[in-house]
C-alpha cells in the first residue's frame, strides 16, 4: 500500500525543501570510490608502514630513498629513509619490506648494487639469511659487518699506479678514436661490401641484426653440448681430467707430439695456397657427396627387399650345403685324373 501525499499539505518550493542534493550525493559516491580504488591498488592504510628493517652501510652515496629492494631479482620492497650515523661516517638505512620478502633472519646480508652494468642506478640485494635461525622483528636493524656498498669504478682507478692509469687513459682514448675513424680507400678496398665507407664502430652496430640467428644458433649448439643422458658434461670433465692426468704422466710424449704437431702445422703454412684451394673447393664437393648419398639413400628400400627375398634362400644354404657333401664325395672319382 502506496504513501498518499495529503492534498491539503502546503506545497513546499522545491528550493526550500531540505535535504541532500543530487549533486552532493553523486560527490560523495564519486569520493567513495575514488578512496576504495586507492586501497585497492596500492594496499596501504594511510597512516600506517609495513614491515621495517634497517641496516647500517659503510657508505649510502650511491643508494636513494624509493631504491628497490631484492631478494634474489624480486623486488618485496623499497628503501624508506637514508640518515648518517652518529659520530661515524656510516649510513643508517631504513628499508620497508612487502609480506613476500618475510621473515628476515638475523644473519641476512644487504648489499648495494649497480643496476646496469659498471655504473647506474643501484639497488639493495638482501639474502634473508638462513631458515631455521632466529627472525628480524620490525624495525631491528642489521649491523655494519652484514652489509656492504659497491667498489666505485674511480676506487678501482686510484688503486692502479699513476702510469697504469696514463697507459689505461690512453687505450681508451685510441679504442675510441678507432671506432669512429673514417676508413681510407686502401682499407675499404679490403673489407666486404655492406660495410665499406662504414666506421668500425657503425659496422659493429650493423652486425647486431645477424646477432639474433647467430645466437640461436650458438643455444643449439650449447644445448647439443649438455649431452643426452644426464651427468653426461661431468662424464665429459672426469675423462679430459683422466686424458690430461696420462698426458701429464709421461712429459717426454707430450713434448713429442707438440713437437709433431707443430711439424705438422708448418707443413699446412707451407701450402697454405693448396690448403686454400681445397677449401674453396670444400663446398660444391660436399654438395656433390650430399646428392650422392640421396641417391644412395633412395637405393637402400629396394636393397632392403631384396635382402628380405633371398633371406629364405640364405637359412637353406646349411642345409644345402650338407645334402651336397655326399655327392662331391662321388662326382671326385669322375674328374680326378687317372694314375
Not at 495529503?6 to 528550493?15: F, L, V
Not at 628497490?68 to 640518515?83: C, F, M, S, Y
Not at 639469511?129 to 676506487?155: F, N
Request: glycine share 6%.
Amino acid at each position: 500500500m502506496g504513501i498518499r501525499r495529503d492534498p491539503n499539505a502546503p506545497r513546499i518550493p522545491r528550493k526550500d525543501r531540505v535535504g541532500a542534493s543530487a549533486f552532493k550525493v553523486g560527490a560523495l559516491v564519486i569520493a567513495v570510490l575514488c578512496i576504495a580504488t586507492y586501497f585497492g591498488f596500492t594496499k596501504h592504510v594511510p597512516l600506517t608502514h609495513g614491515f621495517r628493517v634497517k641496516a647500517v652501510f659503510p657508505s649510502a652515496n650511491s643508494i636513494r630513498t624509493n631504491s628497490p629492494v631484492r631478494i634474489a631479482g624480486v623486488n618485496v620492497g623499497k628503501v624508506k629513509k637514508i640518515e648518517r650515523q652518529d659520530g661515524a661516517n656510516a649510513a643508517i638505512v631504513t628499508m620497508e619490506i612487502d609480506k613476500k620478502g618475510l621473515p628476515i633472519h638475523k644473519d641476512a646480508t644487504v648489499k648495494i648494487r649497480p643496476r646496469i652494468f659498471l655504473e647506474g642506478n643501484f639497488f639493495v640485494d638482501m639474502e634473508p639469511g638462513t631458515p631455521g635461525t632466529p627472525t628480524l622483528g620490525d624495525g631491528d636493524t642489521l649491523p655494519i659487518t652484514q652489509a656492504s656498498d659497491p667498489v666505485q669504478l674511480d676506487q678501482v682507478l686510484t688503486a692502479l699506479q699513476q702510469d697504469t692509469r696514463s697507459q689505461l687513459q690512453q687505450l681508451l682514448d685510441t679504442y675510441g678514436r678507432a671506432l669512429t675513424a673514417k676508413p681510407t680507400a686502401a682499407q675499404d678496398a679490403a673489407q666486404d661490401p655492406s660495410v665499406r665507407g662504414l666506421t668500425a664502430a657503425a659496422a659493429l652496430n650493423q652486425s647486431y641484426k645477424y646477432g639474433g640467428p647467430a645466437f640461436k644458433n650458438v643455444s643449439i649448439v650449447n644445448q647439443a653440448l649438455l649431452g643426452t643422458e644426464p651427468h653426461d658434461v661431468s662424464k665429459l670433465i672426469a675423462g679430459l681430467n683422466k686424458t690430461t692426468q696420462g698426458l701429464n704422466r709421461n712429459e717426454a710424449a707430450l713434448k713429442d707430439l707438440i713437437t709433431n704437431f707443430n711439424t705438422t702445422m708448418a707443413a699446412f703454412a707451407s701450402h697454405s695456397a693448396d690448403l686454400s684451394d681445397s677449401v674453396r673447393l670444400l663446398a660444391p664437393t660436399i654438395e656433390n657427396a650430399d646428392k650422392a648419398l640421396t641417391s644412395l639413400n633412395n637405393s637402400f628400400p629396394n636393397t632392403r627387399l631384396f635382402a628380405r627375398a633371398i633371406l629364405p634362400g640364405v637359412n637353406q644354404t646349411a642345409a644345402t650345403i650338407d645334402a651336397a657333401f655326399p655327392w662331391i664325395a662321388q662326382a671326385r672319382p669322375l674328374v680326378s685324373q687317372k694314375e
